[in-house]
C-alpha cells in the first residue's frame, strides 16, 4: 500500500521533497497543520527552510535569521500529534533542528564552515554510528551541506549517530519512537544513493 507523508506547507514550495518521496513510493500530501493529520497520514517530514524562533529553545537571537514563526508553531504541534501516535517522523536540516527543539533540545546558532556555496551545496565526510542509518551508507559516507546552525545540546531521547569532522552532528535518531533526522539534504540528491536509500527506508518503517 502507498505511504503518505504529511508535509506542512504548499506543494509549489517543497516540490523537491514531493519528488523525493515519490521516487521511494510514497505520496506527499501537502496542507496548513489543521488538527487530526496524524490521524489521516502515515508519516510526517519536516524539511529544511529559515531558523527557528530563538525563544523558543531558552536563547536571545544571536545569529538567527529567516524566521517563519507560523511554521515553527504548526510543525511543532504536527510533531506532538504524530509522535502521540508513534508514527513515523523524518526531519532535514531545519527539520532535524525542529525535532531537537520539540524534544528540550538547543541550537548553536551559526556554525562557520557549513553553509552552502555561491554555486551550490558545500560537500563533505561524515562518519555515522551504530544505529538504523547506518546500514544504509556505512561508517563513512559524503554529503551534502547548506546550514547554518546546528543541534547543541540534544532533546530527552535524541541520540546523535552521524557528525562531520569538525564534531557538528549530521544525523539523530530516537531511542524509542521511530523519529530520525539528518542535517543534509537528500532531497537534493535526486534518485542517487543515499537520498533514495534514506526514503525507502523510511517508508519501510525500519527501526
Known amino acids: 500500500m502507498e505511504k503518505t507523508v504529511y508535509i506542512w506547507g504548499g506543494p509549489e514550495r517543497f516540490a523537491n521533497y514531493r519528488r523525493w518521496v515519490e521516487s521511494a513510493g510514497g505520496r506527499a500530501v501537502f496542507g496548513d497543520a489543521s488538527d487530526g493529520q496524524g490521524r489521516k497520514w502515515d508519516a510526517l517530514l519536516l524539511p529544511g527552510g529559515g531558523d527557528l524562533e530563538p525563544w523558543r529553545y531558552g536563547q536571545e537571537n544571536t545569529a538567527s535569521r529567516g524566521l517563519e514563526p507560523e511554521r515553527d508553531e504548526a510543525e511543532l504541534r504536527l510533531l506532538q500529534e504524530f509522535t502521540a501516535l508513534g508514527k513515523p517522523v523524518l526531519g532535514v536540516c531545519r527539520g532535524l533542528q525542529t525535532i531537537n527543539v520539540f524534544f528540550g533540545g538547543t541550537l548553536a546558532q551559526d556554525v562557520p564552515g557549513h553553509g552552502a556555496w555561491e554555486e551550490g551545496d558545500r560537500l563533505h565526510g561524515v562518519r555515522t ?77 525500519r527501526r
Open 129 to 205: 554510528a551504530p544505529s538504523p542509518l547506518r546500514p544504509l551508507w556505512g561508517e563513512r559516507m559524503t554529503v551534502n551541506s547548506a546550514h547554518h546552525q546546528a543541534a547543541d545540546r540534544l532533546g530527552s531521547g535524541l541520540r546523535a549517530v552521524q557528525w562531520t569532522g569538525d564534531g557538528v552532528v549530521e544525523a539523530l535518531c530516537h531511542e524509542r519512537l521511530p523519529v530520525w533526522a539528518v542535517q543534509w539534504h537528500p532531497e537534493r540528491l535526486g534518485d542517487r544513493f543515499p537520498g533514495r536509500r534514506l526514503m525507502g527506508a523510511f517508508l519501510e518503517g
